[in-house]
């Protein structure tokens, strides 16, 4: 064990976000960032706020008793670093209060730690918006004030506010209205921390000055001017960049903001018109692809997606029905250069195909037999291809083997390569750690017996040969699953059976000196298949429970609708936790993909102890939600799932075990 403790100390930096890699990091995330929602309390902590709803739209009020009650550190939001950005722009939704003269009430402020020092905030008064900000120089510690004449928010009704900052210009939009610019004779500093700081939304941290209006939208758009994502728009007083959850459901919604129809150009650096070029020159600067609705940024010599939030995933639609041979198993999705994009088909009878995307949909390209084919893997050593087969089954002469194909340049089709024999092989999983090329066969069973090892292979690249580097004993295993965590190379097996029940511990591998060592047992129930994905620096490890099932408790229906659960590693505790239990249907798949900013989980739900016509489910990422249902899709004894995409945008498609059919959905987004 001490080898694993070893391990667990040198895993603590990994996670640790990256300094120095990169020329340069902001210290936030590039997008929108909510910072009213960031200060809600997920469970509205109802006592201390309030959600009023006037003119068609919900606000927030805060109770004077508690002028603290909407805060958070600023460490939540700049994680990476502690500058705020130099330039940036802040979005306000607010129904102002009237006020006597000379009254102030803040709308936002960034207090420094301990000190009852204000770094930077939003200011109302009657007819006027204040931005103050501290700035260091020689002669010492200033605090500037930027006012705006700004009437228009005296009138009791809601308006939304941009204030865009860059150096010394300092621009104010109300409604999507002619800006107001001013040129201030401080300009806003390029270094001003905020470390230990503190946001608060509505107060400066005392009932002093708290804010009695309502507030719906206070967004920081860290590097950019959110205007030309706000206007113009229908209902320009609403203009919705982001708002918390409880807000939403009324007027404002995201769909009425017409983002970028006419954007103008600003002092920000922003470049319009067809992807200009990214080199050295054009560092840290902004380009709006108007077509595409994205903000991207000039990082090195890449553009680097800024705010592709506008893409998202409204519905999914049929594409293509693609009848196979059989009833098809696996599914695999890869590219060839200069050949295209295909897919494996793993079908039950005799012959398994391979489909090349012609003119927009999957056309017959190469038949191969097979003899119960359960998965296919795709994977490259230098300039060579393989793609591996998993039989289920011995050929007509009782022989019993998977098979390894190469793709043949000239004859453009993949011919057989090498021979490997198993046993009942379920799945392939094909992996590179330090240079070196393996391949691991998950072994199900040998005759009646599925307690068995499973084996590693090692590509010899003298004999151009896998050669077997270790056996791991499994149990009925299913599936392989490889992913690395800074350095550290993990391998994990579902295993799904034992003879005697699918009731049992799967199991996660660490490769320490040259092999691979146990690292964590999970429990599962006739676990199918291992899903890593990794969300931001969080990393999961999803698996899919198809059965409970004991000899001694014999069968019963209900033992196929199940929870399947998702892991997160916890980097401290060196150990995958619990993080979200998923009710599913005899999962056989999960499959983790993204459509811009959001992330989604799909499972492969095949049967509910009655049938195999049963929903299969695509869950979206929602924070501290975890996922979160958002389609239902018929499905027929679903099996597997693979996401991908082409020029023309994102698509699934999905195997049925039981009809031969697969079928191909477009993902429509908006
Ligand atoms: C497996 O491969 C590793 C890494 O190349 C090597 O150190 C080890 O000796 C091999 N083990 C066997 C049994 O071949
Ligand atoms: C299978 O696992 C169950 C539950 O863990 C155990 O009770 C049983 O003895 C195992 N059977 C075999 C054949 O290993
Ligand atoms: C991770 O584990 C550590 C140590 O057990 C614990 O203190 C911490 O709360 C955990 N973090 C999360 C996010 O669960
Ligand atoms: C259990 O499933 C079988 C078919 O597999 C069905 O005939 C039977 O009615 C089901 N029993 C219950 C209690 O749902
Ligand atoms: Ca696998
Ligand atoms: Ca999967
Ligand atoms: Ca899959």
């Given amino acids: 064990m001490s080898v694993l403790l070893a391990l667990c100390v040198a895993l603590l930096p990994l ?52 002028p603290r009650a909407l805060s958070f550190p600023a460490s939540r939001v700049f994680f990476r670093c502690d500058f705020f950005p130099e330039e940036f722009s802040i979005v306000v939704t607010l129904k102002a209060p009237s006020l006597p003269p000379k009254k102030n009430e803040y ?8 000190l009852d020092a204000l770094l930077l905030g939003l200011l109302y008064s009657a007819a006027r918006l204040h931005f103050l900000f501290r700035s260091e120089d020689a002669a010492g510690i200033w605090q500037t004030r930027v006012s705006f004449r700004s009437p228009a928010l005296m009138d009791g009704q809601w308006h939304t506010l941009v204030l865009a900052v860059s150096e010394d210009s300092f621009s104010l939009t109300t409604d999507c209205g002619l800006p ?25 941290r005392r009932t002093k000055g708290l804010f009695t209006g309502l507030l719906r939208q206070l967004v920081l758009l860290p590097g950019a001017d959110a ?145 119960q084919a359960q998965s296919w893997r795709h994977f490259t050593i230098g300039k060579k291809i393989f793609l591996a087969v998993a039989n289920f089954e011995p050929n007509e002469k009782g022989q019993e083997f998977s098979v390894i194909y190469k793709w043949s340049q000239r004859r453009l089709r993949f011919t057989p390569y090498q021979r490997v024999p198993t046993h009942s092989a379920r799945d392939w999983e094909a992996f590179e750690v330090a240079g070196e090329h393996f391949l691991a066969v998950a072994n199900h069973r040998e005759g009646d017996n599925h307690n068995i090892d499973s084996v590693i292979y090692k590509w010899n690249p003298g004999t151009r040969l896998f050669e077997a580097n270790q056996t791991i004993a499994t149990s009925g295993a299913y599936d392989w699953e490889f992913f690395t965590v800074g350095p550290y190379a993990f391998l994990a097996v579902a295993n799904a059976f034992n003879g005697t029940s699918t009731r049992l511990q799967s199991r996660l591998y660490v490769r320490l000196a040259g092999s691979f060592q146990l690292f964590q047992s999970f429990l599962t129930f006739g676990a199918a298949d291992w899903e890593v994905f990794h969300i931001g620096e969080r990393l999961f490890l999803a698996v899919a429970n198809s059965h409970s099932y004991d000899v001694e408790t014999q069968v019963q229906n209900g033992s196929y609708v199940i929870n399947s659960v998702i892991y997160e590693l916890n980097v401290t505790a ?90 191909v959905l477009k993902l429509r987004t908006g």
């Avoid at 709308?107 to 301990?114: C, I, N, R, S």
């Avoid at 610019?181 to 401080?186: L, W, Y």
């Fill in 15 to 66: 996670v640790t976000p990256g300094r120095g890699t990169r020329q340069w990091e902001p210290c936030t995330d590039l997008r929108p960032l909510d910072i009213l929602a960031e200060a809600v309390p997920p469970d509205g902590a109802a006592a201390r706020i309030r959600v009023v709803q006037v003119q068609g739209a919900r606000g927030l009020q805060l109770l004077a008793a508690a």
């Fill in 107 to 114: 709308l936002l402020t960034v207090m420094a730690e301990g």
């Fill in 180 to 204: 107001v610019d001013i040129m201030a004779d401080v300009p806003f500093p390029a270094t001003l921390s905020v470390r230990g700081a503190q946001f608060f939304i509505g107060s400066r």
């Fill in 227 to 371: 205007t030309p994502w706000l206007c113009p728009c229908k209902n320009a007083e609403l203009a919705v960049l982001s708002i918390p959850r409880i807000l939403q459901g009324l007027t404002g919604k995201l769909e009425d903001n017409e983002v970028l129809k006419y954007p103008f150009e600003t002092d920000m650096r922003v470049t319009l018109g067809p992807r200009p070029p990214c080199t050295k020159a054009e560092d840290a600067q902004f380009w709006v692809d108007a077509g595409r609705k994205g903000l991207h940024l000039c990082v090195g010599s890449e553009w680097v997606s800024v705010l592709a939030a506008k893409e998202r995933l409204d519905y999914v639609e049929e594409h293509q029905s693609l009848f196979t041979d059989s009833e098809t198993l696996g599914i695999e999705v890869f590219a060839i250069p200069e050949a295209g994009l295909f897919i494996a088909t793993a079908n039950r009878k005799a012959t398994s195909a391979i489909y090349k995307w012609t003119d927009g949909k999957f056309a017959s390209y190469q038949d191969i037999p097979t003899h």
């Fill in 574 to 663: 060196q150990t995958f936790v619990r993080f979200q239990e998923i009710l599913t249907c005899s999962a056989l798949d999960w499959e983790f993909f993204s459509v811009g900013e959001d992330y989604f989980l799909v499972v492969a739900n095949s049967f509910d102890g009655n049938t195999f016509s049963v929903n299969s489910i695509i869950y979206r990422w929602q924070g501290y939600e975890g996922f979160v249902a958002v389609h239902s899709l018929p499905t027929f004894g679903c099996r597997d799932w693979e996401a991908f995409r082409t020029a023309a945008g994102a698509y699934l498609v999905y195997s049925s075990a039981k009809e031969p059919l697969s079928r």
